[in-house]
T-cell receptor
Framework: EAGVTQFPSHSVIEKGQTVTLRCDPI?????LYWYRRVMGKEIKFLLH????????ESGMPNNRFLAERTGGTYSTLKVQPAELEDSGVYFC????????????FGQGTRLTVV | EDQVTQSPEALRLQEGESSSLNCSYT??????LFWYRQDPGKGPEFLFT???AGEEKEKERLKATLTKKESFLHITAPKPEDSATYLC???????????FGAGTRLTVKP
């Protein structure tokens, strides 16, 4: 069974540019989460989808971040325009149920904004 | 506000030298406490979920325990392949997300 897949694995962009990260969850997992780890800090929650609906986006830093999950399958996270402080590793996770169940993480996308 | 504090930040052990990692937490109604393992360049890998004080779970050389204020991850006779960062996270009843600690970086020397 394929795990959670994220693209790209690395991205280096200039400040002010746009970047789109993609996450393919495990097939059949309705719950999809985005997390971020900035340098030296702990992993922090960004948002949670249940199928195609945003269940909780309280962790999104600001309106430069836009997440979508069309058709309840893969998800994208767009940063526009990117700022230096957006650099970090972005993780996607999926789970069958949202209530205290194991979440499977992708390998992460390392974003560097220069 | 929910908080998770892991200690120590880093731990170096000799192969076979047993030890414990600590995860202290404050949460408004614990739904679950999670332990993950993370290798460099990879995403967190699920190890355990604990739901209530007194609960224990084991997997190979790892054993996780839970009290009302903290969780321990006990590593018995570790091997070099146990070297990784171990992450603790909590989920509260009123949240959809997991709140992570900063992790403990474990190095096991042969």
């Amino acid at each position: 069974e394929a795990g959670v897949t994220q693209f790209p694995s690395h991205s280096v962009i200039e400040k002010g540019q746009t970047v789109t990260l993609r996450c393919d969850p495990i097939s059949g997992h309705d719950n999809l989460y985005w997390y971020r780890r900035v340098m030296g800090k702990e992993i922090k929650f960004l948002l949670h989808f249940v199928k195609e609906s945003k269940q909780d986006e309280s962790g999104m830093p600001n309106n430069r971040f836009l997440a979508e999950r069309t058709g309840g399958t893969y998800s994208t996270l767009k940063v526009q325009p990117a700022e230096l402080e957006d650099s970090g590793v972005y993780f996607c996770a999926s789970s069958q149920e949202w209530s205290a169940t194991e979440a499977f993480f992708g390998q992460g996308t390392r974003l560097t904004v220069v | 506000e929910d908080q998770v504090t892991q200690s120590p930040e880093a731990l170096r052990l000799q192969e076979g030298e047993s030890s414990s990692l600590n995860c202290s937490y404050t949460v408004s109604g614990l739904r679950g406490l999670f332990w993950y393992r993370q290798d460099p360049g990879k995403g967190p890998e699920f190890l355990f979920t604990l739901y209530s004080a007194g609960e224990e779970k084991e997997k190979e050389r790892l054993k996780a325990t839970l009290t009302k204020k903290e969780s321990f991850l006990h590593i018995t006779a570790p091997k070099p392949e146990d070297s990784a960062t171990y992450l603790c996270a909590v989920q509260a009843y009123n949240n959809n997300d997991m709140r992570f600690g900063a992790g403990t970086r474990l190095t096991v020397k042969p």
